[in-house]
């Protein structure tokens, strides 16, 4: 079948490059562009005028949460509450439990996976908290959830988490790690068990990846085992590292090195590594605020940083910065990580960013962080056919409206886009050629219903805390609201 898009805006791809085209025509065949320009003049199947519009490649979010929303009850703690969003350690050796079903937990994963597909992302990989978990994530539930995708449509890259150990709070309010190596070894098996899974699928939209939790929740022999396995399958890692100060103190009192240190003593720096944050190297004024070789060594390695722009600026955090990364030589590539999904937005926040850490306006303008949400995405998964709109890639596309006076006057419409828009304007999505998102819906899917029941799962997750924490505080106690309830007092 042969399908034609008209759009007043489309971000072609020409010489290496994005390119603005205006009033453009994109057709595919299958999964693949044949077409882009004006003035097709063979015969399609169905066409759709999309009017004004901008279609660009596909969003790829390389860290897109895929459970319900924990940063709108944990950013906000202050350091006496802050121990109630971990586990105890009485919790850690007596009571482990998952706080859902595997049925509870499908529904919970078609609700995150149905908020990208409704923020125009179409490739993506997981991120979920294991905090509500017994321990990670099991081999079964990613059979669902991969299911689960294939059914909505989108690319996804997926595998099991597994970690040796997990972040417990003290009674005076310190952390360690406490450990259950034996999980993570057969955490490990279960990563390889679901890379043979997907094989024996044969789907292009389903791809095995692996994805150990935090590095200081790896054992050593964890994080050995897990580059060995990735050089002799030949797929890609994500280790989230680099996000944290206790993540490197703990990593140095744990294994006297770094964290970057210890990716290349245990072989992970010579696997296709994926950095989510990687905001804690030394150009961090928390580290040493100057750059003494770590750029170099991530860019030497091939390794892509996933920078998560709104998360960071959630959590206080800011990368320093995206400039100097990219000039580094260092693939930078997107990831929402929180609730919304929406890396137009994470894109506009890291631009500002960007001239905050820089302390100049062109720091890292616009277009950069498009690239990075749809060619360094690309590259970090080797796709050289994802990422771009030109004959012989992949037909992954969105369509965003831009025609709501909301949206203020429009100059260069990307950076006009950026600055005044939300993901929330996609209207149209197709993955491998295949609609995923037709005015502005989901076929198949009732939004009502399923908001309903997530809500409800919310709800049970965030009563969940109390039994976790090491002073056994209540949610209300845990999770404050903003300003006291109003109560009706009777009249006199």
């Known amino acids: 079948m042969r399908t034609r898009w008209r759009a007043t805006h489309v971000l072609a791809h020409r010489d290496g490059g994005h390119a603005l085209l205006r009033d453009g025509e994109i057709v595919w065949e299958g999964d693949t562009i044949t077409y882009v320009g004006r003035g097709y003049d063979g015969p399609v199947d169905a066409e759709l005028d999309l009017g004004e519009a901008l279609v660009m490649p596909g969003l790829i979010d ?98 099991p988490a597994y970690r040796s150990g997990v972040n417990v709070a003290r009674p005076d309010g310190g952390r360690h790690v406490a450990l259950d190596e034996e999980r993570g070894r057969a955490g490990l098996r279960d990563a390889e068990r679901f890379l043979d899974h997907t094989a024996r699928l044969s789907d292009p939209l389903v791809n095995g990846v692996l994805l150990p939790c935090r590095i200081e929740t790896l054992t050593e022999d964890l994080l050995r085992g897990t580059a060995a396995l990735a050089r002799r399958r030949d797929v890609p890692v994500r280790l989230h590292c680099l996000q ?22 245990t072989g992970l720096l010579d696997t296709r590594l994926l950095v989510p944050h990687g905001v804690f190297t030394d150009r961090h004024p928390s580290v040493h605020g100057e750059d003494r070789g770590d750029l170099a060594t991530l860019a030497a390695a091939g390794v892509s940083v996933i920078h998560c722009p709104q998360t960071s600026l959630r959590y206080g955090q800011v990368l320093h910065s995206f400039g100097a990364y990219r000039r580094a030589g260092i693939n930078l590539c997107l990831g929402t990580d929180s609730f919304p999904p929406d890396l ?66 429009q100059d260069d419409p990307v950076r006009t886009f950026l600055l005044n828009g939300t993901a929330r304007q996609a209207t149209h999505s197709v993955v491998a050629g295949r609609p995923v998102m037709t005015d502005g819906r989901i076929p198949g899917t009732d939004l009502t219903n399923l908001r309903r029941r997530a809500q409800e799962l919310f709800e049970r997750m965030r009563e969940g805390y109390a039994e976790r924490d090491v002073h056994r505080r209540g949610a209300d106690a845990l999770f404050p609201p903003t300003f006291p309830p109003f109560e009706e007092t009777a009249s006199r």
């Open 62 to 159: 390389l860290d897109a949460l895929t459970d319900i929303d924990h940063l709108v009850l944990d950013s906000w703690a202050p350091p006496a509450r802050a121990a109630g969003l971990l586990w105890s350690q009485e919790y850690f050796d007596h009571r482990r439990r998952d706080a859902f079903t595997p049925a509870e937990r499908a529904t919970v994963r078609e609700y995150a996976l149905v908020q990208l597909a409704l923020h125009g992302i179409t490739t993506y990989m997981p991120i979920a908290s294991e905090v509500h978990s017994a321990w990670a994530e099991p081999y079964d539930e990613l059979v669902t959830m991969a299911e689960t995708s294939r059914r909505i449509g989108l690319r996804g890259y997926l595998g």
């Open 244 to 265: 944290g100060l206790h993540e490197r103190d703990l990593v140095r009192e744990t294994h006297h090195a770094t964290p970057l240190e210890l990716l290349a003593r």
């Open 344 to 409: 137009i937005r994470g894109m506009d926040t890291g631009v500002h960013l960007a001239k905050t850490a820089d302390g100049r306006a062109d720091a890292a303008p616009a277009e950069y962080y498009v690239e990075a949400a749809t060619l360094g995405g690309a590259r970090a998964l080797g796709r050289d056919d994802l990422g771009r709109l030109e004959p012989g890639a992949r037909a992954d596309l969105v369509a965003f409206r831009l025609d709501d006076i909301r949206d203020g006057v």
